[in-house]
């Protein structure tokens, strides 16, 4: 494994300015997420508050925090003052609470809405029906402390780089459609978070704008 540097400059030398780099920090030390601020990186993703709350306090303030992990809605309060977004939304009941701690801070929150894809044990996301049903639903009843800014999925956990390939093919169709249908003058739906460390490549062939990645820049957790 090189350094959290090299690693850092070679995920960019390939993706360059194409997708937006989220470095998954999650069950590494604060001392790896220094070293890759130095590095210059800035946006930096985790899959549990109290993991983020633990950290935040001793790193630099203008670290942008995502979270990628389930959200319980009890936990949405410790992160709503500064979250800068929420990947992992999952549930209309996370969204309204996610709104209402938003307005009390006087924030609007950017969010992904989580698809439901792989074809085993993710428990987390919305199926495809489900995605129409909310859309629906907040067209008629906005929320104005959360902004909806894409999707966000993960492909199956396999080898296979085509179905690899299809499921994120799905996604983005899936992704222009909700555009077609429910944000046509909202340019702001506009993201698109798939790809970890084994399948960016081919996630940023089929239209990523968000990278997710952990064991590439931090090695193994
Ligand atoms: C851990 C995690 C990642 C990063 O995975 P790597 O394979 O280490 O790059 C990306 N997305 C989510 C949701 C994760 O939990």
């Known amino acids: 494994m090189n350094g959290i540097e090299q690693n850092l400059i070679e995920i960019l030398r390939q993706t360059g300015s194409r997708v937006t780099l989220v470095a998954v920090s999650k069950n590494h030390p604060v001392d790896a997420i220094r070293e890759a601020y130095q590095a210059g990186q800035r946006i930096f993703g985790?899959?549990?508050?109290q993991e983020i709350l633990n950290k935040r306090p001793v790193l630099p303030d203008d670290i942008q925090w995502h979270l990628i992990g389930h959200l319980q809605t009890n936990k949405v309060k410790q992160i709503a003052p500064f979250i800068s977004m929420i990947q992992s939304v999952d549930s209309l009941k996370l969204l309204k609470e996610i709104s209402e701690q938003a307005i009390k801070n006087?924030?609007?929150i950017d969010c992904l809405l989580q698809?439901?894809?792989a074809t085993e044990e993710t428990?987390?996301?919305f199926s495809q029906p489900e995605l129409s049903d909310l859309l629906k639903y907040l067209n008629q009843n906005p929320m104005i402390g959360v902004k909806i800014r894409g999707l966000m999925g993960m492909a199956s956990f396999t080898d296979n780089q085509d179905q690899i390939r299809q499921e994120f093919h799905g996604l983005k169709s899936l992704?222009?459609?909700l555009k077609e249908q429910f944000f046509v003058d909202q340019p702001g739906f506009n993201e698109l978070s798939i790809g970890m460390?084994?399948?960016y490549?081919?996630?940023i062939e089929e239209g990523s704008t968000i990278i997710r990645v952990g064991t590439k820049i931090f090695g193994t957790r």
Do not use: T, W, Y
């Open 123 to 125: 428990k987390f996301g």
């Open 46 to 49: 985790e899959n549990k508050v």
């Open 197 to 199: 460390s084994g399948d």
């Open 201 to 203: 490549e081919i996630a």
């Open 175 to 177: 992704f222009d459609e």
């Open 115 to 117: 698809v439901f894809i």
């Open 106 to 108: 006087n924030r609007v």
